[in-house]
């Protein structure tokens, strides 16, 4: 026989299905849909928490200056060898798509400026990273994102909102990543007005 907390709960969580997928419904966006299921991502669905980061050069850069972009959120470190891993994927990503659309933010949780400096100098030796690499040595932004492992990346559409959350290296020349960064850069998310 089924208790009556059991038939609470059950519909306290289909309520919570139902609130969570009414903004943004997976039936908007079908391949964006597959292809985060096909990466092993997980669907997101919420509003990107705000931050106010530093630049190596101090200039302070805020989500909110790329509304209107799909924008490629990883937190990551020098010392953590996955993040070093998945660098140049990450880079060759960014310089296909940057002119169409996508930004691409990696917040460095290394202790001293150096470190990240350093890596990213020796990343790309005598070039400039199509990302935009921030500082946030205290991880108060991974916090606010609920981030618990490094390499870690978010993928948030033109409004503002996750659509998804990858743990661990990734290789981001995939087919399936293409295939969602440009679904989002067409806008495939956004319902008919």
């Known amino acids: 026989m089924v208790s009556y907390r059991t038939i609470a709960f059950a519909v306290a969580f289909a309520a919570a299905l139902a609130v969570?997928?009414?903004?943004?419904?997976v039936e908007e966006n079908p391949a964006?849909?597959?292809a985060i299921g096909k990466?092993?991502?997980?669907w997101v669905g919420r509003p990107a928490p705000q931050f106010e980061l530093p630049d190596s050069a101090g200039q302070m850069h805020r989500l909110s200056e790329y509304?209107?972009?799909?924008?490629?959120l990883n937190f990551w470190a020098?010392?953590?060898?996955?993040?070093?891993?998945?660098m140049p994927s990450m880079e060759?990503?960014?310089?296909?798509?940057?002119n169409q659309g996508l930004v691409m933010v990696a917040i460095s949780h290394d202790a001293e400026k150096a470190d990240m400096d350093g890596f990213m100098q020796t990343f790309l030796p005598g070039?400039?990273?199509?990302?935009?690499?921030?500082?946030?040595p205290k991880s108060e932004t991974a916090k606010?994102?609920?981030?618990?492992?490094i390499p870690e990346t978010y993928i948030i559409d033109q409004d503002g909102r996750i659509v998804a959350r990858f743990v661990n290296a990734y290789d981001w020349t995939r087919p399936e990543v293409k295939q969602l960064i440009e679904s989002l850069i067409r806008g495939e998310s956004q319902r008919a007005l």
């Open 20 to 25: 969570l997928f009414m903004n943004w419904g």
């Open 92 to 98: 060759s990503l960014v310089r296909q798509y940057k």
């Open 78 to 86: 020098s010392f953590c060898a996955p993040c070093r891993e998945e």
């Open 144 to 149: 606010r994102y609920g981030t618990e492992f």
């Open 39 to 42: 990466l092993n991502g997980e």
């Open 127 to 136: 070039e400039h990273s199509s990302m935009t690499v921030l500082w946030d």
């Open 32 to 34: 964006a849909l597959a």
């Open 67 to 72: 509304r209107g972009k799909v924008v490629f």
